[in-house]
């Protein structure tokens, strides 16, 4: 399995307000490349956060690279996987809809009532107690045939991927803006690390829009 976490921020490093908004923080020429990613993903992750906050469709939007994917025996769309260890995936979000496969990882601590809401428009993958057990969540996804995985955010998930060792590559859009605000999300939040910081190798950094592409990959620990 291959994790590419991809996200824009802004220069001070937020994914959104601190009324987690979405915010149009890369330009037109940044979202056909997310969209080529997509393309080139087996799946989309995204914590219930996101699905909470932007509700996001998490297709792919050229109809040419939907196209492509069919003829080499691909569904037009990735799968779109959404970690949400109780079950608060609204029934009507976006990302539930026939576009694509949808997986929720949830944990045990979802009730039977949430299970059934959601049971006719997604798969179900429980893994963990109160939170959902990332290793074991991935370890699932990779036996259903999802081998290489994009993660579009939030902070508290791509934190938690990083925590558990399970990225490989990271992606960020860097865009000409301030947003400020202690309590806005950034690219990782979660608890934080105290030591052993995950390590970065730059590979690339291309200029797009007002803005920049880096991409890392992640040092072994
Ligand atoms: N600028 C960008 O590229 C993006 C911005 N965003 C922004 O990020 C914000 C949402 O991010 P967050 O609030 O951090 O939510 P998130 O999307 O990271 O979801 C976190 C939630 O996932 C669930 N979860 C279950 N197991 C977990 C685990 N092991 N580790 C972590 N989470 C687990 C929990 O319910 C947790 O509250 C929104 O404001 C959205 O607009 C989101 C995606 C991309
Ligand atoms: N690449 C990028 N640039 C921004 O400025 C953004 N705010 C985001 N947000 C991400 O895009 C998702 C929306 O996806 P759909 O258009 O609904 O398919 C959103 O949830 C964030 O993950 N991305």
Redesign the pocket.
Known sequence: MHVVV????SADGK???RR????A??GEADFERVDRLRADSDAVV?????????D?HLTVKDETLRGQRRENDRPANPARVI????G?TPPDAAVLDDAATTYV?L?EAASVERRAALADRAELVTA?DE????LRAFATLQEQGLEQLMV??????????FE?GLVDELRV?VGPKIIGGRDA?TLA??EGFVADFPSLDLESVDRLDDGVVLTWRVADR
């Open positions: 991809n996200a824009a921020m994914l959104s307000s987690r908004e979405q915010i923080i890369s995204v914590g219930v956060g996101t699905v909470l906050a932007d996001p970690v949400d260890s109780s608060r990882c944990s963990g939170r959902v057990d990332l579009e955010g939030g902070g508290e998930l791509i934190f938690s991927l558990a859009f999300p939040d979660g």
